[in-house]
């Protein structure tokens, strides 16, 4: 049998590679996957800073603080002043933010402007992504019977630790109640405090449990030790959505930990046996000047 020459292997080969490097390029290239961000207000203005990179059905971190080449890359392929990003909400109501200008503090962060005016309030989804269907589910207040579920979960933790009576009222604390897993049955989703500091903190979400009782899916309570009360844990509900496409809403949790290098990141919590486990963690936003650090 005639063996190709060394010319035709090497051509062969040099063919291969392209293939490959395409390949890859196609899987990996920049601003064609679907990132889910946060819009949220800082200072007077509104900023959009990434939550989760959503690959081949896997949750991917943006890059982090120290990978300073990597957060310019990001910066340059997603925020190029006039592109724009579709807004995600509860009530199907469209909305887009425009980019305008780089965050000079963390370039994972640009500055953006609402279409129309008003439509991203508070702190809002929104993504690069025409063909995602997710959407943020509905939450609404608790009844009373759904209080007294509440209190009755919440209650102990504070009470054996010392740290005063949770309260399912104030600026702090925040209950609600939301279908997360397809069900037609509602969870308890809550955030509370006490202290001086609103230092002890618990955030939870509980299930109806087959005698019909609300029981904990996941339980979060961590209290203050240090003398000046500062080393809190703070976590709030940002929305629900389903990410993955399976019709249960993965939970995205907003964290304000003392112990990150970051000012705030995100958790996104799954329903797995019943139980609420973390399946990511990564994101969020850092500004080095506004802790002092140069």
């Known amino acids: 049998m005639r063996q190709p020459s060394s010319r035709a292997v090497a051509l062969s080969l040099s063919l291969l590679l392209v293939v490959v490097a395409q390949s890859f390029g196609q899987r990996r290239a920049p601003g064609k996957e679907t990132v889910l961000f946060e819009v949220t207000g800082y200072g007077d203005k509104q ?21 300073k080449a990597a957060r310019r890359q990001f910066a340059a392929s997603y925020y190029r002043p006039g592109q724009k990003y579709r807004l995600l909400n509860s009530d199907g109501e469209g909305g887009t933010v425009t980019v305008k200008s780089h965050d000079a503090c963390d370039p994972t962060a640009a500055y953006v402007e609402a279409q129309p005016a008003g439509a ?30 509440m209190m009755r979960l919440i209650d102990p933790p504070f009470r054996r630790g010392g740290y005063g009576e949770p309260s399912l009222t104030g ?27 609103t230092e002890h903190t618990l955030f939870i979400i509980a299930s109806r449990d087959a005698g019909g009782r609300f029981k904990p899916g996941l339980l979060l309570f961590t209290p ?49 046996g019943g139980r609420w486990r973390s399946v990511y963690r990564g ?11 140069h």
């Open 47 to 67: 900023i959009i800073l990434p939550i989760v990179i959503v690959r081949g059905g896997r949750f991917v971190a943006p890059p982090a603080f120290n990978m």
């Open 120 to 149: 991203a309030e508070g702190r809002t989804l929104a993504t690069n992504s025409d063909s995602f269907a997710g959407r943020p589910i509905k939450r609404r207040e608790l009844t009373q019977a759904e209080q007294a579920e």
């Open 171 to 197: 600026v702090s604390s925040i209950a609600e109640a939301a279908d997360l897993d397809g069900d037609d049955k509602s969870e308890l989703i809550g955030s509370f405090t006490t202290g001086p500091k």
């Open 224 to 272: 203050a030790t240090d003398e000046y009360h500062d080393n809190s844990v703070r976590r709030y509900l940002l929305e629900a959505i389903d990410l993955d496409g399976d019709h249960i809403a993965e939970a995205i949790v907003s964290v304000n930990d003392y112990r990150s290098q970051n000012d705030w990141y995100f958790v996104i919590y799954k329903k797995q």
């Open 283 to 293: 994101g969020g936003f850092r500004c080095p000047e506004d802790r002092g650090e």
